[in-house]
């Protein structure tokens, strides 16, 4: 065994606590240093996030905006279709009406 350079077992001893609490020091946390370009370059992230999530709600709204104005030009093409149809069932029926009243009319003759 080497002859240890500490005369006696007390500094021995303190040597040891020292060492042992050295090496709990590795294990604990250290207190982080923030770069300020860090933050500025978070903080510009977060900017360009924000527009971007602006920009997208903007689009949705847009999208949203046209697709109601094409379901009401639709309906209204379609209340269109269902009026002439229904003006022209009408017209069918009166010529029916015509054409019966005018030949129970020559029957009577």
């Given at each position: 065994m080497k002859p240890s350079?500490?005369?006696n077992f007390a500094d021995r001893q303190a040597a040891s606590a020292e060492a042992?609490?050295?090496l709990?020091?590795?294990f604990k946390p250290k207190p982080t240093i923030v770069d300020a370009a860090f933050e500025e370059r978070r903080?510009?992230?977060q900017a360009e996030l924000e527009a971007l999530r602006t920009q997208r709600a903007a689009e949705r709204t847009a999208k949203r905006e046209e697709a109601a104005r094409k379901?009401?030009?639709r309906k209204a093409l379609e209340a269109e279709i269902a009026e002439a149809m229904e003006l022209e069932l009408r017209a069918k029926q009166k010529?029916?009406?015509d054409a019966r009243y005018l030949a129970r009319k020559q029957r009577r003759k």
């Open positions: 350079k500490l005369p042992k609490k050295a709990a020091a590795k903080a510009q992230r379901e009401a030009e010529a029916a009406r």
